[in-house]
Antibody, heavy 121, light 107 residues
Framework: EVQLVQSGAEVKNPGESLKISCTAS????????IAWVRQVPGKGLEWLGI????????KYNPSFQGQVTISADKSINTAYLQWSSLKASDTAIYFC??????????????WGQGTLVSVSS | DIQMTQSPSSLSASVGDRVTITCRAS??????LAWYQQKPGKAPKSLIY???YLQSGVPSRFSGGGSGTDFTLTISSLQPEDFGTYYC?????????FGPGTRLDVK
């Protein structure tokens, strides 16, 4: 079974750094893109960017470039999303998702369960 | 960026009703369109890809259509478990973009 399991909920203060993870199983990790998608509670889905774990080729949504960093460690089948300095506006649920095809232009299936990041002083 | 819009933003329908949700792209995307269902507190689940192809395991009462800029998701006979929010997503061009969602309540 193809599965993505994300790290647990985080509560942080503004200005702190954070790295959340997404661990894949049930398929060849290096063959598919992993995306990160943000959902502010009660709002819609926003695509942050994608990474191809085989060579760490990464593509960002220009709206989020410089605000987050996407990385992957293919030795442990894990992708990451990190912030160097969190803001209150980063409060959201963050989903990782696997590309359905080998292309960077793809729908996503399956998805991780989501990681709630809460940023508040 | 390609902007995606959906209508209606919300609707309420009865079990057995035929329901149609519309998605429009700001420029032509051929059939590079997917539909997702999201239930409260859960991750989205893909239903349809390439505008009209049903994902494995998705009930046949779901169907998709359209090409270019105008697309539809139809539920032929609404079931109680079909409540949730439905999103379209284009995957022709990066950045990939989602529609704002259509919230479906079952009366």
């Amino acid at each position: 079974e193809v599965q993505l399991v994300q790290s647990g909920a985080e509560v942080k203060n503004p200005g702190e750094s954070l790295k959340i993870s997404c661990t894949a199983s049930g398929y060849i990790f290096t063959n598919y893109w992993i995306a990160w998608v943000r959902q502010v509670p009660g709002k819609g889905l926003e695509w942050l960017g994608i990474i191809f774990p085989r060579d760490s080729d990464t593509k960002y949504n220009p709206s989020f470039q410089g605000q987050v960093t996407i990385s992957a460690d293919k030795s442990i089948n894990t992708a990451y999303l990190q912030w160097s300095s969190l803001k209150a506006s980063d409060t959201a649920i963050y989903f990782c998702a696997r590309s359905f095809s080998y292309s960077s232009l793809s729908l996503y299936d399956p998805w991780g369960q989501g990681t709630l990041v809460s940023v508040s002083s | 960026d390609i902007q995606m819009t959906q209508s209606p933003s919300s609707l309420s329908a009865s079990v057995g009703d035929r329901v149609t949700i519309t998605c429009r792209a700001s420029q032509g995307i051929n059939t590079w369109l997917a539909w997702y269902q999201q239930k409260p507190g859960k991750a989205p689940k893909s239903l349809i890809y390439s505008a009209s192809y049903l994902q494995s395991g998705v009930p046949s009462r779901f169907s998709g259509g359209g090409s270019g800029t105008d697309f539809t998701l139809t539920i032929s006979s609404l079931q109680p478990e079909d409540f949730g929010t439905y999103y379209c997503q284009q995957y022709q061009t990066l950045p990939l973009t989602f529609g704002p969602g259509t919230r479906l309540d079952v009366k």
